[in-house]
């Protein structure tokens, strides 16, 4: 993902940074990518039952569908963003 390119990104600009234990951080960041992921797919889940939003909605109104879940997806986004990711 987006963290590791930052990282070796990092690691070739700052000499300092290339005898890190990258290891242990790659394992770190991978972990948290997973449980990021639960968390979100649990969220969107959760937002969608909670309002409603069913495959019979989706078949007869896609769009309506569409932005609904688009909807889900920012709010759970952020939410993983900001307990998860900023901290």
């Not at 890190?20 to 039952?49: C, P, W, Y």
């Not at 109104?61 to 939410?79: D, F, G, H, L, P």
Request: charged share 25%.
């Amino acid at each position: 993902g987006t963290a590791v390119s930052v990282i070796l990104k990092a690691k070739s600009s700052y000499p300092i940074l290339q005898s890190a234990d990258f290891g242990t951080l790659n394992e770190h960041i991978a972990e948290v990518d997973r449980q990021a992921d639960i968390m979100f797919q649990s969220l969107v889940k959760s937002f969608a039952e909670q309002e409603n939003i069913t495959e019979q909605m989706k078949s007869e109104c896609s769009m309506e569908w569409v932005k609904k879940m688009n909807n889900i997806r920012n709010r759970a986004a952020e939410i993983v963003n900001a307990e998860m990711i900023y901290v």
